[in-house]
């Protein structure tokens, strides 16, 4: 068959030997893939009988760092409405001082004359982001899956900005928790920022930023950016951003599935409004809560909205939490409901605090 195509054909037992004509050797002839085709095109493709390979078809390894990284794209771009950026990798003089990083810890290349420097941070890239894009838009949030480099290693970080949204300390934590439980991380715990992790006290607002601690190990930081970095910046709002050491988020042990039956019957809840000082944590607020509630009948309590200014005395703000209940295997009665708020504010108040409309 080959022959009539000038191809040379030699069979030596079975075993055939093809020269390629010289006019075909250096156009489309020239790997042993090319000869099937030849014949397949000649003896017609649809005279061929389909078979399946005679070897087995192994699965690829899961590539679990891909697939969180998708989920979280996910997340953040459908849950929260959030847009992806990808910023330069280089920095120059004027970005260093933008955040006092420590000088010593940043590399310093020498190829690059504007940006000679490797970026330490994801934060300088969004903050100029949100700079150009609040030229049109005054609610947004971007994100950004991107290295940062010291001069002892090389990381991966996960960078998140956001502007214009109520709350924005909350919304920050709102989205820490929102990931934790995609990825179904076990407990992180909320703390102040202490020591300078992920260098957070050189950009973050003190009273309004904590760190996200898996056991001991700091994996990420978020809070309101502080002013005095803003106002270097030229933006004139309130700002929160993330930032995720991803390597350590993605490597952290998934959580079992747990399933729990439906409760059978409906749940009730209440708020409370507290007035405490500006710099009380709310984890010391729901644990209060928490302990004068009969466990038998407790559910949850959740933060629902905080607030500070007029008639609130300066230096304090009114904190609201929803306590939710539930007696499992009947309904709450009237009288269950009303001695439960009781000791609620008395708890509330032995603590010190005061109770809105006292």
């Not at 020591?195 to 009273?207: D, K, R, S, V």
Request: contains cysteine; proline residues 6%.
């Amino acid at each position: 068959m080959l022959t009539y195509l000038d191809f040379g054909v030699k069979n030596d037992g079975g075993k055939l030997t093809i020269e390629v004509p010289a006019h075909r050797r250096s156009k489309d002839v020239s790997i042993a893939e090319d000869i099937v085709e030849e014949v397949g095109r000649l003896y017609g493709f649809n005279n061929i009988k389909p078979q399946s390979p005679y070897f087995e078809v192994e699965r690829p390894a899961r590539n679990k760092d891909m697939e969180k990284t998708e989920i979280l794209k996910n997340l953040l771009a459908k849950g929260f409405g959030a847009n992806e950026v990808m910023n330069y990798s280089f920095y120059g003089a004027s970005d260093l001082e933008l955040v006092p990083f420590p000088k010593e810890k940043i590399v310093e290349t020498v190829d690059e004359r504007d940006t000679p420097y490797l970026r330490y941070s994801l934060f300088q890239g969004l903050v100029k982001n949100v700079h150009e894009n609040l030229k049109n838009f005054k609610q947004f949030t971007l994100f950004e899956f991107g290295r940062i480099f010291t001069v002892d290693d090389e990381r991966k970080r996960i960078g998140i900005i956001a502007v214009g949204t109520p709350e924005l300390f909350e919304y920050t934590k709102r989205i820490m928790v929102s990931i934790a439980k995609e990825l179904r991380t076990p407990p992180l715990r909320f703390e102040r920022i202490t020591g300078n992790a992920l260098c957070g006290t050189e950009f973050l607002h003190p009273n309004k930023s904590a760190v996200v601690l898996a056991g001991k190990d700091p994996i990420a930081i978020f809070g309101e950016v502080h002013p005095g970095i803003l106002k270097k910046c030229d933006i004139n709002v309130p700002v929160a951003y993330i930032e995720i050491e991803q390597t350590m988020l993605f490597d952290l042990p998934e959580r079992n599935t747990k399933f729990e039956q439906l409760l059978k019957f409906p749940s009730t809840s209440f708020d409370v409004s507290a007035i405490v000082p500006e710099r009380t944590e709310s984890s010391q607020l729901l644990n209060v809560v928490k302990k004068a509630v009969d466990p038998k009948i407790f559910i949850e309590t959740k933060l629902v909205g905080k607030f500070a200014g007029f008639p609130i005395l300066p230096g304090f703000a009114s904190i609201t939490m929803r306590v939710v209940l539930n007696a499992k295997e009947r309904t709450l009665t009237i009288d269950e409901m009303k001695e439960t708020q009781q000791k609620v504010f008395a708890a509330l108040r032995n603590a010190g605090w005061k109770i809105s409309g006292d």
